[in-house]
């Protein structure tokens, strides 16, 4: 895998009278590229649950499509690090 995925939102949703959980899961490549998408876990799907199975929980809803965004991205060539020659 050329790229890391992390949990970068985690919260009760919506703040004032929360349904769900919506949890964010953001991947960066090895050139730099990232994607970010969020998916909600209703409260009823995760009681008795902890944190990490929530997640995983969510991870389920997106993994297809997030995981397929994130191959495309890490096989774009970077720009990052090539010499740049402007026009005059």
């Known amino acids: 895998m050329s790229y890391e995925i992390r949990v970068v939102r985690f ?20 050139s730099g590229r990232q994607h970010y998408v969020d998916t909600q876990v209703p409260l009823a799907d995760a009681k008795g649950l902890d944190e990490e199975a929530i997640a ?6 997106v993994k297809e499509a997030f995981t397929a ?14 010499v740049f ?4």
């Open 56 to 61: 995983a929980l969510a991870w389920e809803n």
């Open 11 to 30: 919260e009760l949703y919506p703040r004032d009278e929360p349904t769900c959980y919506c949890v964010g899961f953001e991947g960066k490549t090895v």
């Open 69 to 82: 965004q994130m191959e495309a991205l890490a096989a774009k060539a970077s720009i990052l690090g090539t």
């Open 85 to 88: 020659i402007p026009d005059k």
